[in-house]
Nanobody, 123 residues
Framework: QVQLVESGGGLVQAGGSLRLSCAAS????????MGWFRQAPGKEREFVAT???????YYADSVKGRFTISRDNAKNTVYLQMNSLKPEDTAVYYC?????????????????WGQGTQVTVSS
């Protein structure tokens, strides 16, 4: 069984930064792509960023140039560095493990999810 635990969320002013972390259990972390999604109140969960098993990355257009996803396979941890935050980035952010090792942007491509961490950006 894989467990994902997010941390690092909080309240920040517009233009500020936050770094989210996601710690994963299990010895096969490095074999899978990992992703971040977010869900704002009243909206569907949406893709934010993903990293393949060997570090290739892909981003949603809405966060490109502001967010950076990275992973440390030795620590079984994936990160999301969020800079130049905007009020529209306010959401619950979820970490997820893909079923494969390549780029994955769709919810159904992920089989394990964390509990989520709240990010609130004030204007």
């Amino acid at each position: 069984q894989v467990q994902l635990v997010e941390s690092g969320g909080g309240l920040v002013q517009a233009g500020g930064s936050l770094r989210l972390s996601c710690a994963a259990s299990g010895r096969t972390f490095s074999s899978y792509a990992m992703g971040w999604f977010r869900q704002a109140p009243g909206k569907e969960r949406e893709f934010v960023a993903t990293t393949t098993w060997n570090g290739y990355t892909y981003y949603a257009d809405s966060v490109k140039g502001r967010f950076t996803i990275s992973r440390d396979n030795a620590k079984n941890t994936v990160y999301l560095q969020m800079n130049s935050l905007k009020p529209e980035d306010t959401a619950v952010y979820y970490c997820a493990r893909s079923q494969g090792h390549t780029i994955a942007t769709r919810i159904y491509e992920y089989d394990y999810w964390g509990q989520g961490t709240q990010v609130t950006v004030s204007s």
